[in-house]
């Protein structure tokens, strides 16, 4: 424990002969905290955490490959008869959505911006499965 004391000692002498080397120091180690703690966050929300659905465990996202009629929005995309036929012929889900994303051009008083927006099937006129669930804790 003298040893600790004596080298926490140390460093404190030479933090004062020379600041510009410890305000380097402690700000360069702030920062690296800082942005592990923003990454770690960012990645658990978006890759640990479990979806805000009743069941998320439920969830099964359809996804195959080969030629489909009616595709030509790219790589894992199903045309709107495709859906609409997964979702008549269901006889294995409690539902079936689809998402879609698509790049938009938005204007407002004279500029324009580049935006992706993200459309979704789900019906709100009756409950869906995958609607958030509610937290009872006040």
Known sequence: MEALVRDIRLALRQFRQS???ATTAVVSLALGIGANTAIFTLFDQVLVRLLP??????LVLLS?????????????????????????KNEVFSDVFCRSYVALTVTFRQQSERMASCGSSIRTCRPSPCEPWTSSAT
Do not use: I, K
């Open 64 to 88: 195959w490959e080969g030629r489909r009629y009616g595709v030509n929005m790219g790589r894992d995309t199903l045309s709107y008869p495709m859906y609409a036929d997964l979702r008549d």
């Open 53 to 58: 659905v009743r069941n998320p465990g439920q």
């Open 19 to 21: 600041p510009l080397f």
